[in-house]
């Protein structure tokens, strides 16, 4: 067994990034002067996420459009509607080839059209997890509010609790079994 495989070289970044967000977080809560507020802090987290999936999206959107217009096929992704991507992107061309009073069609409407009802096909599933979304910006708010009240090492063993409590609830509540690998590696994390 080497260590060299990438996989130990992206726990060892996990481990480090972890680590430097929980001390940089504890430093940035502990300072002399006004501090920040950690709602503040949270939806400024949360703005770049869904600024990062818009661009995402959109990038998926013109590159499957790109293919399209080439030839090459559609733009193969990782589906999370329950309707083919191919099927809508048809639809939509089907649609721009409809024009029942003979008059140019604004193209850039048209495109505008149809980035949007690609945004409206892809997003079906994503308004679904709003819930859990709402319920993970609670976590993360008190998140701050631990790391502004606890030590840096107090606050890594409790958080990292979670994985303990995720896996007890996991064989007592879902009547799962664990592995001695995995009860070894719980025992490790513990200890």
Do not use: H, W
């Amino acid at each position: 067994m080497t260590f060299c495989q990438p996989k130990y070289f992206v726990l060892v970044l996990l481990v480090v990034q972890n680590t430097c967000l929980v001390l940089l977080m504890r430093y940035s809560r502990t300072r002399p002067g006004t501090m920040y507020l950690g709602s503040t802090a949270v939806c400024c987290d949360e703005a770049m996420k869904l600024v990062t999936c818009f661009c995402i999206l959109a990038f998926t959107y013109f590159c499957k459009k790109r293919k399209e217009i080439e030839g090459g096929g559609a733009y193969s992704q990782l589906n999370t509607s329950e309707t083919n991507g191919s099927d809508a992107v048809a639809k939509e061309c089907g649609e721009q080839e409809d024009d029942e009073n003979g008059v140019e069609d604004n193209t850039e409407a048209k495109k505008m059209e149809s980035f949007g009802s690609y945004l409206k096909e892809e997003l079906q599933f994503d308004f679904r997890m709003a819930g859990i979304a709402g319920i993970y910006t609670v976590q993360k708010n008190l998140l701050y509010l631990g790391i502004s009240n606890l030590d840096a090492a107090v606050f890594q063993v409790t958080y990292q609790a979670k994985i303990l409590t995720t896996a007890i609830f996991s064989v007592v509540l879902l009547k799962r079994s664990l592995s001695y690998q995995k009860m070894f590696g719980l025992l490790i994390l513990t200890a």
